[in-house]
């Protein structure tokens, strides 16, 4: 029990853990950047009236949603680049993982917005003679994106977390460089507090504002999508 | 009344089934350029339904919908066929009022007004606030111009409705139950919006309960029962004397019904 | 580009991905159950008026969900063992990782169950002369708990998935297995396809049956 902390070894490595820092938001701003717009497009195939439209998206979104991320990650890095022939490194393994994994639950966040928003607003657009696209777009969309807010940040939360992952395939993330920084130091426990602790630093501010937005949308007696 | 023209609305033996339930069973009616009728009816009649169909919110199963001499839809095999892209056109024509107003709660009053002659007539910005402020003064609105509809009491709200429909410049306004929704000290206003309205020309298809308003504004009072129009006529008829034992017994139930005089 | 598929290695390896499933499911249940108990208490200690009871209570909850669980399985397989005079081995660190995990969020459950009930069902209850107790255990849990049970089986979805995480501290689960069979035949594609199929078997019911349940819930009330 007797064991002397040393934070130090940390301190000298703080510029790896910081570059893995960067290297996490980077996959994860990245999965957001491509997953959002395919989320909204597996979204308004899941809610179109087209049967085999809507079949098919929905098999998609369930799959990504009910297998775990890293059996999808080694799929991609591992199993794709035998298939295709196009060699794929651990960055953009990692980044088409996560982009498609997230896209399946930003698909169910934007279906839940456009489904919570009653009936009569699609009937009024309609009744001025509104195509579903425009419906959607002028008078749907921009309800449901507030009421959406949270179950979005929420998403952005898990998929920050589940980046963590990329370690696996050797990409240089937050938890890669300390785990590179442990076995060089013999040192882990510091350094895989740190770790943890980075990773709470960045993920608690966005949890709070998760809380304080449910907050005031349920003052506004909005409801929040989920 | 107003002066009648030619047949803004004219209806063909319209079906309209939900699953294995018929709704309606076969209606005929015509609206002449100018005219306001009146659908009373118990609810689960088919009133709304009817109304519905002539805007196709809801498709109708069988039967044509004639606006303006043009039968809508394209009859294949004995049925007729709706496409999407030619219902569009017909709905910037249809004015419709709603119930429950449907306001778009992330625009302001004049931004609701606006939305139709900017997103579907695609006119110049400049014109759709003119309209806009045109109509939203037409209801006695000018001063709300800028509120969102959370800020308007539910009279309020309608009458914005009312010129939301009113600034596509339509050939025919549908008003589905229009103040069943309002406090009853604010149900006047509405409807003495909606007989401004018929007073100048505007050709109207009114699902009420208002049975005042039916005999002071209606040019045709017809009586929905079981999908089918049970008994029409001028209102000073099947509202003083009606035929049927059924339209009788609807009367009765609306004891609230004072003749003449009533609110007008 | 070609590529013929050959399942044939990873029939023959049916019995390694049968003992990787027994430890998936056994890994899961157990967090589950530890998970869900343990979070009655740490929500209703996060409930608690007394500053010492609740405030533990809150960052114990706010850390774990606020880190990676793969972070959690690591620092409980390689840091926690220097902290403690006892062996850790992969089965240990990853239950206490998981189980962890598990509390945090199921205490947020519970504590949301019952917040989202109102004051008015408590008032009534105790207007009756009902005792602290009563009004928890006969009007606040039957009607809360109703509410929690599809939040319950998202956990358990989530849960299942995250059991592949031990794989990264070499535990047998069903991922661990796919790694070592795919080392083995170099037959990656037949066997990721594979066990992706089967963690979709195992928990795509579970995920159909959660909105199930949240569909006749929001009908029933």
Request: charged share 20%.
């Amino acid at each position: 029990m007797g064991y002397e902390w040393d934070f130090g070894i940390v301190l000298r490595n703080a510029d790896l853990l910081l570059l893995g820092l960067a290297n996490t938001l980077k996959v994860t701003g990245l999965a957001l950047a491509f997953g959002l717009p395919l989320g909204l497009a597996l979204a308004l195939g899941r809610l179109s009236p087209r049967r085999w439209l809507r079949a098919p998206v929905g098999l998609v979104v369930e799959f990504f949603r009910s297998t775990p991320p890293i059996v999808q990650l080694f799929w991609f890095f591992f199993a794709l680049p035998l298939l295709t022939g196009i060699e794929i490194d651990p960055f953009r393994a990692s980044v088409l993982t996560f982009s498609i994994q997230s896209s399946a639950f930003f698909a169910e966040v934007f279906r839940g917005g456009i489904v919570s928003i009653e009936r009569g607003q699609w009937e009024a657009a309609k009744a001025i003679g509104m195509a579903r696209g425009q419906a959607l777009r002028r008078v749907v969309l921009p309800q449901a994106v507030k009421r959406m807010i949270p179950a979005f940040l929420e998403r952005v939360i898990e998929l920050m977390k589940t980046t963590t992952l990329v370690a696996t395939v050797s990409y240089a993330d937050l938890l890669y460089q300390a785990n590179n920084i442990a076995q060089r130091t013999y040192r882990p426990l510091e350094v895989f507090t740190v770790a943890a602790v980075l990773y709470f630093v960045v993920l608690f501010p966005l949890s709070l504002s998760v809380r304080g937005l449910e907050r005031r949308l349920a003052r506004s007696g909005e409801t929040t999508a989920h | 009344m107003s002066e009648q023209g030619g047949e803004v609305l004219r209806i063909e033996g319209l079906r309209k089934a939900f699953g294995a339930t018929e709704v309606l069973k076969g209606i005929d009616l015509s609206v002449a350029k100018g005219e306001a009728v009146v659908l009373l009816g118990a609810s689960g009649s088919g009133k709304s339904t009817l109304l519905r169909c002539v805007n196709f919110l809801e498709i109708p199963s069988a039967g044509r919908v004639v606006i303006d001499g043009t039968a809508v839809g394209r009859e294949r095999d004995g049925a007729v066929l709706y496409r999407e892209a030619e219902l569009i056109p017909i709905r910037a024509h249809v004015g419709m009022v709603f119930q429950h107003f449907n306001l778009f709660p992330h625009m302001t009053a004049r931004e609701n007004v606006m939305e139709g002659p900017r997103t579907v007539l695609r006119l110049p910005r400049a014109e759709c606030r003119e309209r806009a402020g045109r109509y939203l003064a037409k209801v006695g609105l000018a001063d709300k111009m800028d509120a969102y509809p959370s800020h308007l009491s539910g009279g309020q709200q309608q009458r914005v409705a009312i010129a939301r429909a009113l600034a596509m410049e339509p050939r025919l306004m549908l008003f589905d139950e229009a103040t069943s929704a309002l406090d009853p000290e604010l149900v006047g206003e509405v409807l003495q919006t909606m007989k401004d309205l018929s007073d100048e020309g505007m050709t109207m298809l009114i699902v009420t309960h208002e049975l005042g308003f039916a005999y002071a504004v209606a040019d045709k009072v017809l009586f929905l029962h079981d999908g089918r129009i049970h008994e029409e006529g001028p209102p000073d008829e099947l509202l003083v004397r009606p035929r049927e034992a059924r339209t009788r017994e609807f009367l009765r139930g609306h004891a609230s019904f004072r003749l003449p005089e009533a609110e007008f | 580009m070609d590529h013929v598929w050959d399942f044939t290695s990873v029939i023959a390896s049916r019995k390694l991905l049968l003992i990787g499933l027994l430890h998936t499911v056994e890994l899961g249940v157990l967090c589950l159950v530890l998970g869900l108990t343990a979070g009655a208490f740490v929500g209703a200690a996060r409930y608690s008026r007394n500053r010492w009871v609740n405030w533990p209570a809150s960052a114990f909850v706010e850390v774990f969900r606020n880190t990676p669980a793969l972070v959690q399985i690591i620092w409980f397989y390689f840091a926690f063992p220097i902290l403690v005079p006892i062996d850790i081995d992969p089965f240990l660190a990853a239950t206490l990782g998981l189980s962890l995990n598990t509390t945090a969020f199921a205490a947020e459950i519970y504590r949301g169950g019952i917040q989202s009930l109102g004051r008015g069902q408590w008032e009534a209850a105790r207007a009756l002369g009902m005792t602290y107790g009563q009004q928890l255990t006969r009007i606040i849990l039957p009607q809360a708990v109703k509410r929690m049970v599809p939040a319950f089986m998202n956990r358990a979805v989530e849960l299942m998935k995250m059991t592949s995480l031990a794989s990264v501290i070499a535990y047998g689960e069903l991922m661990h297995q796919a790694k070592t069979i795919s080392t083995y035949n170099f037959n990656p594609i037949e066997t990721y396809t594979v066990v992706a199929l089967i963690f979709f078997a195992l928990i795509y019911p579970l995920a159909l049956a959660m909105q199930q349940v949240e569909r006749r819930l929001r009908r029933s009330e």
